[in-house]
């Protein structure tokens, strides 16, 4: 241990390089669909393992071996989560989106995400429903509006029941945004459905043709 330089420090320790064990610990609780919540009880030293650090510390510290709990942190979990998911994040002006959002918004929000799971559901069926609620959550851009959340449901050949196999969150529900996120699962995920069923929206009509022109039937339930 060298003059100010503390290697049991929070930060330093949040800094430091995961060992591979800890690595392959955190991999296999988040293959188990374990978040930060769930993993943080599991991170805990006994009494017993608190006693054991503790005397490391006073006989040499500077051969100290850190407790694999220590170096756990949650950016650590959530960087790994993000890893196993097909994500899209973007901000746009819309200048640039060639002022086709909805209402005046200055900044388009789109966050979109897909599960390994839900990826293969989805690429395996060929029918997919699409459905957006309003006000889900309230954008945290500079407008404090509300966003809309779309979701792409089909069937699990497990269940015979409605599955969700994609989420999309946007603060502007426009065929513009609509149609970005289909592009990003078109070419990023490989989501070539055969037929998508939505309600009776324009929008979302314009959004689809524009993706997938006559590749897809869209069928709209009144």
Known sequence: ???????????????????????????????????????????Q???????EFENEINIDPNVLKIPAALHVHRHDIVNQIQQCYDTLFEIINTSEANEKANGSKKELL????????QKKILLKQEDINLDSTHKTCVSFLSDCGNCYLFS????????????????FIMNSE?????????????????????????????????????????????????
Not at 110 to 117: F, G, L, R, T
Not at 186 to 197: A, L, S, V
Request: charged share 25%; aromatic share 12%.
């Open 1 to 43: 241990m060298h003059d100010g330089h503390n290697p049991f420090s929070e930060q330093d320790i949040k800094e430091s390089r995961l060992p591979f064990n800890v690595k392959n610990w955190i991999e296999k609780h988040v293959e188990e669909k374990k978040d930060w919540r769930g993993m943080k009880d599991l991170l």
């Open 45 to 51: 030293l006994s009494n017993k393992e608190m006693d």
């Open 110 to 117: 789109m966050v979109a995400w897909v599960a390994p799971w």
């Open 152 to 167: 792409l449901v089909t069937r699990s050949d497990i269940t015979n029941k409605g599955c969700p196999v994609a989420f």
């Open 174 to 222: 426009s065929s513009f945004t609509i149609s970005r996120w289909l592009s990003w699962l078109k070419f990023e995920c490989g989501f070539y459905p055969k037929r998508i069923m939505i309600d009776c929206s324009v929008t979302e009509m314009d959004a689809i043709l524009s993706t997938f022109s006559t590749e897809v039937q869209v069928l709209v339930c009144h």
